[in-house]
């Protein structure tokens, strides 16, 4: 049985656009290979998630989706069918609908056949729609062009600023330049209509997988970003400023260090994270403490820290 985009999705037949990739998104990272450890049932469920997304969120697919469920991608044959066939309603009478799963469909076969029912032999007739021949009335129909794959690499700071592509295309040596969003996740798929193979038919659509760089410096967590800070011992005791790297802007922040920071504490820094993929907003930073002592110490700076030393043992009642 076909799966229904929208039920896969969990988001109803009216969705808009921000809530089909909210949907997405929540669960493309519930489901996500890194998340699930190469479970077979999730690494399923998560191919079914992108190519229900892959159809929601283009207008001109989900269109076509709404009219003639699983069989969207026949639609233009579908449509041409209608049109020929003038006034034969919809295939609602046939089972609920041809492939859609809202039963809310265009044709009706009743009346053509002659004398085999009204229908007459359904595999013949789409098998002569959609066979292998692509003949229909004795008219040759060309198939639709294959789906063709690519995957780039690109960096955290690519991903982050968003960035384009030149992909070369066949032995023919056409390119074709791609543009990436900002706040793509890694192995994130984008589909490019009618980019794929061609045909005298309907192109196929270009299916592009973009893996996006491990960054020395940052560690993405979803939309947000970790970034360590170094921050004096001196400053840490006494409170201070210390510089935060970032991706945007400047690339440097300013951060208010509280006195007593101990190593290791996050501070977030709003929206001053990835960019939300095809959405408004941005996650947060966090800025993870580093302490740093002074390297090397001088004989004055020792001294100090054997005073410091000294007061702390006399403090707690101890010896040295």
Known sequence: MALDFYQTLGVPRD????DITAAYRKLARQYHPDVTGGDGEAEQRF?????????LS???????????GDQWEHADQLEDLQRQRGGFGGFGGFGGGFGDPSGN????????????GGLGDLGDLFGGLFGADGSRGGARRPARG???????????REAFHGTAR???RGAGGSRLEVTIPPGIADRQRLRFSGQGERSGGSDGDLVLTVQVEDDPVFQRRGDDLLVPVDVPITTAALGGEAAVRSLGGSGRLALRIPAGTQNGRVFRLTDQGMPRFKRDGRGDLLAEVRLQLPEPLSDEQTALFRQLRD??????GGEA
């Open 166 to 168: 030149t992909l070369q």
């Open 311 to 316: 007061l702390e043992i006399e403090s707690q």
């Open 146 to 156: 294959r789906d063709v794959e690519h995957s780039v690499n690109i960096t955290l």
């Open 105 to 116: 469909v265009q044709f009706d076969f009743s009346g053509i056949g002659g004398d085999q």
């Open 47 to 55: 191919k079914q998630i992108n190519a229900a997304h892959d159809v």
């Open 58 to 68: 283009d207008a001109k697919k989900r269109e076509a989706y709404n009219r003639w």
């Open 15 to 18: 969705a808009s656009q921000r």
